[in-house]
């Protein structure tokens, strides 16, 4: 099993920068794919970013493109999102994911099967 833990959320200006962390332990020996997923107050949780095991693949919500950047460093277990640019519409609960294999889709929820407890990044106008 794997467990997820987010941090670097935060309060910032529209138009700052936050980098996250999601740090897994427990089982992290197979080459996996990880997302990162937000949800807003009274929305549903929605498809942020993902990334290949590898990092040479990077997948990218519409709304996010070009502003927020996805990377890995699988020699500590670790995936970050860089967030620049940032907007109020920004402003979400932040969970990394682990999917349920390592051919699971990774645009939408049900492809995950390991979340993270998220971390708060509130963006003021």
């Known amino acids: 099993q794997v467990q997820l833990v987010e941090s670097g959320g935060g309060l910032v200006q529209a138009g700052g920068s936050l980098r996250l962390s999601c740090g897994a332990t427990?089982?992290?020996?197979?080459?996996?794919?990880m997302g990162w997923f937000r949800q807003a107050p009274e929305k549903e949780r929605e498809f942020v970013a993902a990334?290949?095991?590898?990092?040479?693949?990077?997948y990218y919500a519409d709304s996010v493109k070009g502003r927020f950047t996805i990377s890995r460093d699988n020699s500590k277990n670790t995936v970050y999102l860089q967030m620049n640019s940032l907007k109020p519409e920004d402003t979400a609960v932040y969970y990394c994911?682990?999917?349920?294999?390592?051919?699971?889709?990774?645009?939408?929820?049900?492809?995950?099967?390991?979340w993270g407890q998220g971390t708060q990044v509130t963006v003021s106008s």
């Open positions: 990334i290949s095991w590898s990092g040479s693949n990077a």
């Open positions: 427990g089982r992290t020996d197979s080459r996996y794919a």
């Open positions: 994911a682990a999917p349920r294999s390592a051919r699971a889709a990774l645009v939408v929820r049900e492809g995950y099967d390991y």
